[in-house]
């Protein structure tokens, strides 16, 4: 069956917690309900400028992307952070991650934003070997101090 890639509705939120528990896993991490609450409406909400596509086969949400679309210093054009990408384990390996980063790259073009850009776990070893093939990494080193 062909892989469909769209926006998430409404409707798709009991498909798509799932996976965001899932994704949140894998990294060792755990949101309050209510973060995870206002994140999805976030994405339901069309004045937000955050992003979620679903990577479907028939009724069956495979895998999805996040992404936060924000200004940068370096160009007049938007840039496009894509921050949460997870397939569900039986998935991986099949397309499904690359599709969902092209589908990213499509919409960027489309909207004229000028760059996408993410960041992984130094450990995520399998998902560095695709996306070794579909970006350049910047060789810049990651900081944060929480608040």
């Known amino acids: 069956?062909?892989?469909?890639i769209r926006p998430l509705q409404p409707a798709d939120r009991a498909h798509w917690e799932p996976l965001w528990q899932g994704y949140l896993t894998f990294y060792k991490a755990s949101l309050p309900p209510e973060v995870t609450e206002a994140t999805w409406q976030r994405f339901m909400d069309p004045a937000e400028p955050m992003h979620v596509w679903g990577a479907f086969e028939g009724e069956k949400l495979l895998g999805i992307v996040q992404c936060v679309v924000h200004?940068?210093?370096?160009?007049?054009?938007?840039?496009c952070y894509l921050q949460d990408l997870f397939t569900v384990p039986e998935a991986r390996g099949k397309g499904v991650g690359r599709a969902l980063i092209e589908h990213v790259y499509a919409e960027a073009t489309r909207q004229n934003w000028c760059r996408v850009y993410w960041q992984t776990h130094e450990t995520n070893a399998e998902a560095q070997v695709l996306y070794n093939k579909l970006a350049d990494r910047s060789g810049f080193i990651v900081y944060r101090h929480n608040l």
């Open 1 to 4: 069956m062909p892989l469909e």
């Open 71 to 79: 200004r940068t210093s370096w160009s007049e054009k938007f840039t």
